[in-house]
């Protein structure tokens, strides 16, 4: 029997291992030197924007919409197909949430739809590059400018994709990563936020630790109302290791890429009518690699198990938010982004991270075919 094959796992090597130790053993262990040092590297990855971490990507997501002064009262427009963080970020500060459908090609944001979603209330646009695949930069803010609206880019999966040859976080408004192990460069947990001015990164910075602003050697104020947010050194130890690799990584993950495409592109895997991503070698950063189950007797429960029988693990990103109960209740039905719904129910993510091999890759497409044959 062939080792199980996850869905994703995180690739640690031994520096970075032995890093952490250093952290661990120096004494000072919370937000501190290491912190500072991934911040300066994230800031020359973006162009030199100003940059803070934070301990979530969904605490990164939730500073930047107080930053961009979104409340209650404001409108936010956003994917129903994303991780439900990207929305409930936008509840907890008050403010409503406007899906919009999908493109089924793409499985982004459609673009057009929101366009045509904006109303009075309307102050940010939210799209998530979803499996790293970004959503069109021209056009988004194209469509921001003309409407004066605050960009928010969930960028949680797109660390290391591009947008014709500029990497994302190197333009546009405020850009949100994460850095949830199962992303393409981790800290355990944590995120990143890509900002305007060094204004915003001051504010940023007292949202993220009880609003505390220190002068000298005891001065001490509060002015604004934050939370408690701060990244560890340890965490940032983990982050600057693996940022080191990002390219390697991305690289990596592309030519698995590849190989799926040449191995889907078989006559009896057509034969079975997935639905495939975009072929896209040179934007993405293939987070994540996931096909679109065709809608037949096998459900896509009965799929994974069969998969996990024989060894592969497999998961959904994403079930359709607007179709969760607490949505629901806010108003929302089926039947509202069927293109989303679609998605939803039949979406599978197969193994994709940097230390799998090609042989990997063969065994997941032939066990695919074994179970949606039968
Ligand atoms: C992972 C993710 C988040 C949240 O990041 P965490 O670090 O898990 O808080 C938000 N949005 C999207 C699209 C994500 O994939």
Same mark, same amino acid.
């Given at each position: 029997?062939?080792?199980?094959?996850?869905? +994703?796992?995180?690739?640690?090597?031994?520096?970075?291992?032995?890093?952490?130790?250093?952290? &661990?053993?120096?004494?000072?262990?919370?937000?501190?030197?290491?912190?500072?040092?991934?911040?300066?590297?994230?800031?020359? &990855?973006?162009?030199?924007?100003?940059?803070?971490?934070?301990?979530?990507?969904?605490? +990164?997501?939730?500073?930047?919409?107080?930053?961009?002064?979104?409340?209650?009262? #404001?409108?936010? $427009?956003? +994917?129903?197909?994303?991780?439900?963080?990207?929305?409930?970020?936008?509840?907890?500060?008050?403010?409503?949430?406007?899906?919009?459908?999908?493109?089924? !090609?793409?499985?982004?944001?459609? &673009?057009?739809? *929101?366009?045509?979603?904006?109303?009075?209330?309307?102050?940010?646009?939210?799209?998530? #590059?979803?499996?790293?695949?970004?959503?069109?930069?021209?056009?988004?803010?194209?469509? *921001?400018?003309?409407?004066?609206?605050? !960009?928010?880019?969930?960028?949680?999966?797109?660390?290391?994709?591009?947008?014709?040859?500029?990497?994302?976080?190197?333009?546009?408004?405020?850009?949100?990563?994460?850095?949830?192990?199962?992303?393409?460069?981790?800290?355990?947990?944590?995120?990143?936020?890509?900002?305007?001015?060094?204004?915003? *990164?001051?504010?940023?910075?007292?949202?993220?630790?009880?609003? !505390?602003?220190?002068?000298?050697?005891?001065?001490?104020?509060?002015?604004?109302?934050? @939370?408690?947010?701060?990244?560890?050194? !340890?965490?940032?130890?983990?982050?600057?290791?693996?940022?080191?690799?990002?390219?390697?990584?991305?690289?990596?993950?592309?030519?698995?890429?590849?190989?799926?495409?040449?191995?889907?592109?078989?006559?009896?895997?057509?034969?079975? @009518?997935?639905?495939?991503?975009?072929?896209?070698?040179?934007?993405?950063?293939?987070?994540?690699?996931?096909?679109?189950?065709?809608?037949?007797?096998?459900?896509?429960?009965?799929?994974?198990?069969?998969?996990?029988?024989?060894?592969?693990?497999?998961?959904?990103?994403?079930?359709? $938010?607007?179709?969760?109960?607490?949505?629901?209740?806010?108003?929302?039905?089926?039947? #509202?982004?069927?293109? *989303?719904?679609?998605?939803?129910?039949?979406?599978?993510?197969?193994?994709?991270?940097?230390?799998?091999?090609?042989?990997?890759?063969?065994?997941?497409?032939?066990?695919?075919?074994?179970?949606?044959?039968?």
């Amino acid at each position: 029997m062939l080792p199980f094959l996850p869905f +994703t796992r995180p690739t640690l090597d031994e520096e970075t291992i032995a890093g952490v130790g250093d952290v &661990l053993r120096s004494g000072w262990i919370t937000s501190g030197p290491m912190v500072r040092e991934l911040e300066a590297k994230l800031s020359a &990855l973006f162009a030199g924007r100003p940059v803070r971490v934070f301990n979530s990507g969904t605490a +990164t997501l939730e500073i930047a919409l107080r930053l961009a002064g979104i409340g209650p009262g #404001d409108e936010v $427009i956003t +994917t129903p197909l994303s991780w439900v963080a990207t929305s409930n970020v936008i509840l907890t500060v008050g403010a409503r949430p406007v899906f919009v459908d999908i493109d089924p !090609v793409t499985r982004n944001l459609d &673009l057009d739809a *929101a366009e045509a979603a904006i109303t009075s209330a309307t102050k940010a646009i939210m799209p998530v #590059d979803l499996a790293g695949l970004p959503v069109d930069r021209d056009r988004l803010y194209q469509l *921001a400018e003309k409407h004066r609206l605050r !960009v928010i880019e969930d960028a949680a999966q797109s660390l290391g994709s591009s947008w014709n040859g500029r990497p994302i976080g190197t333009t546009g408004d405020l850009v949100s990563f994460s850095f949830h192990p199962n992303k393409n460069v981790t800290s355990i947990e944590g995120g990143c936020l890509v900002m305007t001015n060094e204004s915003e *990164a001051k504010l940023a910075e007292q949202y993220r630790l009880q609003g !505390v602003v220190r002068s000298g050697y005891d001065g001490m104020d509060v002015e604004v109302l934050g @939370g408690k947010f701060n990244l560890t050194d !340890v965490a940032a130890r983990v982050g600057i290791g693996q940022l080191a690799r990002l390219d390697e990584f991305t690289r990596l993950r592309r030519d698995l890429a590849r190989e799926y495409f040449q191995q889907l592109d078989r006559p009896e895997i057509h034969a079975l @009518g997935l639905g495939l991503p975009v072929a896209d070698f040179t934007q993405s950063n293939w987070h994540m690699f996931q096909v679109i189950l065709p809608e037949i007797s096998i459900s896509r429960a009965e799929v994974m198990g069969k998969l996990h029988e024989l060894g592969i693990g497999t998961g959904v990103h994403y079930p359709a $938010i607007h179709l969760f109960t607490l949505y629901r209740g806010l108003g929302w039905h089926m039947g #509202d982004f069927p293109h *989303a719904e679609h998605a939803g129910r039949n979406i599978l993510s197969l193994p994709l991270f940097p230390t799998m091999t090609a042989t990997d890759v063969r065994r997941v497409v032939d066990a695919l075919h074994n179970v949606l044959q039968a």
